[in-house]
């Protein structure tokens, strides 16, 4: 028999290691939501009754249990954006990719651990065009025994920038994907779900962030817009980055950031001005050359010092020019790592796997019985990497189809190169058809087991220029360099930056440009690879990354969960 004090000791012991194991659990119930932004009252879908969702706070080694529950009227799946999933490739979230969705009135249990990283990242929707109201943060601090690689702030804020339609969302994807052209752009952009008050009918609530004089903020600032990328100012204040995309950056001081859609951008701010109230001011930055609809409104918020007169009106900041690419590229190239931060790696110098990645608008057939309104009769727009535009199964996941030697999903074809070489980013070859034409599979690419991997994205002017953020799941990734026109073979590597590069999950490609991303790929599973404009990523602008399992129990991928949705 079982003495009682021995039955309390195992249980307490019990309760320690639970403790100490570090699980954050919560319940995401995902349902449909009326709510009231620009004057109307619109049907949206989110969680928990909120937008932006909830946020997820977390230490580095902890285990993140999370509980969806689907009551909404879509098919869903819920991606933790930048998270590496390591032995969880089943939990990051794309559908069709590592799962079937989440469908109407079912439930699924995400599960993973947060290993070697810190800082800001996030979650989302990861089914069509869910994404532009179900999101939320995902913080991660450091754990027991570590600190910031800067003094410790007064105290932490998120901002995450959004994008608000006056309808559905689904509905507005629906629409363009039928007529095969460009969907309606968005009335207004957020700050914490908020549009701010510069707005013809402006919201009856502004976010805003009362600070005290001479203290310092660390500001976590989330681009989760589906179609804007943004520049953001605080009037008559600098900022300092700290980190991006949850790794460290030497500081930089700067008084304007420019953010993608799916990237994250720590800052240092200084309350060390006149007291008073400013306008926290976020607003597109424009790198699409001869586009007639665009939303360029701005979106605000309000830094309010404690103790100031009530009748202050709030100071707006001289944001860049919409099309100030100078400034765009000049913050996002002088960025480079903190190389004395305990989860830094060097870069890897020998290259297994080089891949000339063309990223492309184009045009593709209209399918049967669709009616197509334009841009070109009979064609419809579709997007395209080295000329392959990607079409999601629909029957298994990838990673399933990988897992269980399941033919007919996939085909592992996707090339190193694209299928012609041509001057890419003149204007001139817009109307060659063989480049201009997208067929459409499901072509992916398979790369060993813990192999270094180099990637040129090759913007290209097939129908106009613009900026894109290409998003990689399951790893980061070094930025050896980027800039403008066609990427010379011969002359571009002696820019590489191996000593302190920035490291990333999204990199914007610079228009009409290139940029070089290299990383070891020693994460089994199956890894998307798209354009966070989503947009483009429902024409096709997407591929996916197989690492082949290693040669040991932890590095191959797991069996599935037993709950994992059913297609």
């Given at each position: ?308 007169s009530k009748s202050s009106p709030p100071l707006l900041p001289a944001l860049p020019a919409l099309n100030d690419t100078p400034t765009a590229y000049t913050f996002s190239s002088n960025l480079t790592a903190l190389t004395t931060s305990w989860i830094w790696s060097p870069v890897p110098l020998k290259v297994d796997e080089n891949m000339f990645i063309t990223i492309s608008l184009g045009l593709s057939p209209c399918r049967p019985n669709q009616i197509c309104v334009g841009p070109f009769v009979g064609q419809q727009m579709s997007a395209s990497m080295n000329n392959h535009s ?101 002359n571009d590597p002696k820019k590489f930056n191996l000593v302190n590069p920035q490291e990333r999950n999204t990199i914007g490609v610079p228009v009409g440009g290139w940029a070089v991303i290299r990383f070891r790929a020693n994460n089994p599973g199956a890894w998307m690879i798209h354009c966070h404009l989503d947009v483009h990523l429902s024409w096709g602008f997407a591929t996916t990354l197989i690492v082949e399992n290693g040669g040991t129990p932890e590095t191959m991928v797991p069996p599935p969960p037993a709950d994992l949705p059913k297609c």
């Open positions: 028999m079982t003495r009682p004090w021995i039955l309390v000791i195992i249980l307490l012991s019990l309760t320690l290691s639970i403790a100490d194991a570090g699980i954050v659990e919560t319940s995401f119930h995902v349902k449909s939501l009326r709510v009231n932004r620009l004057c109307k009252r619109q049907v949206i879908t989110a969680v928990n009754g909120s937008l932006p969702g909830p946020t997820l706070k977390v230490k580095e080694g902890d285990t993140v249990v999370v509980h969806v529950f689907n009551k909404s009227p879509y098919n869903l799946t819920i991606h933790w954006h930048g998270v590496f999933q390591r032995q969880t490739p089943w939990a990051d979230g794309p559908h069709y990719i590592t799962q079937c969705p989440i469908m109407p009135g079912n439930s699924y249990t995400y599960k993973f651990h947060i290993t070697g990283q810190e800082g800001t990242l996030w979650w989302h929707a990861h089914v069509r065009w869910l994404r532009a109201t179900v999101y939320g943060a995902l913080l991660i601090r450091p754990t027991s025994g570590h600190k910031y690689p800067f003094p410790k702030p007064f105290r932490e804020h998120t901002i995450l920038l959004g994008e608000w339609w006056n309808a559905n969302p689904m509905d507005v994807e629906d629409a363009a994907l039928a007529a095969g052209v460009a969907p309606n752009i968005s009335e207004a952009y957020t700050i914490n779900g908020w549009p701010g008050d510069l707005y013809s009918c402006p919201s009856k609530k502004t976010y805003k962030l009362e600070v005290v004089q001479g203290k310092t903020y660390l500001l976590r600032i989330i681009n989760a817009a589906l179609t804007a990328q943004f520049f953001f100012k605080i009037a008559n204040h600098n900022m300092t980055v700290v980190a991006v995309d949850a790794a460290y950056t030497a500081p930089y001081s700067t008084d304007v950031i420019l953010i993608a859609p799916g990237q994250t951008t720590d800052v240092l701010l200084t309350t060390d001005i006149s007291p008073g109230s400013y306008y926290m001011a976020a607003r597109p930055y424009l790198s699409a050359v001869g586009v007639v609809q665009v939303n360029n409104s701005t979106t605000t918020a309000i830094l309010s010092y404690k103790n100031i990607f079409v999601l199964p629909s029957t298994t996941s990838i990673l399933q189809a990988h897992f269980h030697e399941i033919s007919g999903i996939y085909t592992p074809d996707f090339p190193n190169q694209p299928p012609l070489i041509f001057d890419y980013t003149n204007a001139s070859n817009s109307f060659n058809p063989s480049l201009l034409i997208t067929p459409k599979s499901t072509s992916i690419k398979r790369v060993k087991f813990n192999s270094t991997v180099q990637i040129v994205f090759q913007n290209t002017a097939l129908i106009g220029v613009e900026e894109h953020p290409m998003h990689l799941h399951g790893h980061n990734f070094y930025v050896l360099a980027q800039g403008f026109g066609n990427y010379d073979a011969v």
